[in-house]
């Protein structure tokens, strides 16, 4: 096992465009999870997901932004008519059952919107 | 709503003395408590946890942390810095009465120097 992996590594963006990443978790994890983090802050919760049930969404989170995990696998984090405020490192965790385990993360997806 | 404070921006200490990384921690239920670590260019990892028992708890790489409800703290500490602890150290919070999301803190630079 590899650990929880993210695609792409990098993301550079023009504002308006839309961009898409992909997590793939640790293969017996049901819970997969997605933050943000900015510079000089702490990872901020964007959503999560049982299985492929979204569980709970930010209500920080704009309409510009939608997950998924159609088979209980990997999962996508979809931005539209992406804004320069959007740039941040985009982090994905899984974790077995719940996250009293401990997330495992991977090494994000950093955007920047220009 | 939960919030979590991490009062120092960075901590220095020399190699070989004990280190302390402060955490206080807001919530409406019983807390559930993780430190995480962040080194250069590599994701967060799960450091140790409290959930319930004693307040005393023990984790990864010699760290341990001591929860103490009635100053609603959570510091973390090592009794013997060593110089690859240098890192970025993020403390988490749960409530027991919500979902399965983390609130972090804004982080701690640790530097150990020779």
């Known amino acids: 096992d590899t650990g929880v992996s993210q695609d792409p590594r990098h993301k550079i963006t023009k504002r308006g465009q839309n961009v898409t990443f992909r997590c793939d978790p640790i293969?017996?994890?049901?819970?997969l999870y997605w933050y943000r983090q900015t510079l000089g802050q702490g990872p901020e919760f964007l959503t999560y997901?049982?299985?492929?049930?979204?569980?709970?969404k930010s209500r920080l989170l704009s309409d510009r932004f939608s997950a998924e995990r159609p088979k209980g696998s990997f999962s996508t984090l979809e931005i539209q008519r992406t804004e320069q405020g959007d740039s941040a490192m985009y982090l994905c965790?899984?974790?077995?059952?719940?996250?009293?385990?401990?997330?495992?993360f991977g090494s994000g997806t950093r955007l920047t919107v220009v | 709503a939960q919030s979590v404070a991490q009062p120092e921006d960075q901590v220095n200490v020399a190699e070989g003395n004990p280190l302390t990384v402060k955490c206080t921690y807001s919530?409406?239920?019983?807390?559930?408590l993780f430190w995480y670590v962040q080194y250069p260019n590599r994701g967060l990892q799960f450091l140790l946890k409290?959930?319930?028992?004693?307040?005393l708890v023990k984790g990864s790489y010699g760290f341990e942390a001591e929860f103490n409800k009635s100053q609603t703290s959570f510091h973390l500490k090592k009794p013997s810095a060593l110089v690859s602890d240098s890192a970025l150290y993020f403390c988490?919070?749960?409530?027991?009465?919500?979902?399965?999301?983390?609130?972090f803190g804004t982080g701690t630079r640790l530097q150990v120097f020779p």
């Open positions: 409290y959930i319930t028992g004693d307040n």
């Open positions: 919530v409406s239920g019983n807390p559930y």
């Open positions: 997901f049982q299985n492929e049930a979204q569980l709970e």
């Open positions: 293969s017996e994890h049901n819970r």
């Open positions: 988490a919070v749960r409530d027991d009465r919500n979902t399965d999301k983390l609130i």
């Open positions: 965790a899984s974790s077995p059952v719940d996250g009293l385990y401990g997330y495992t």
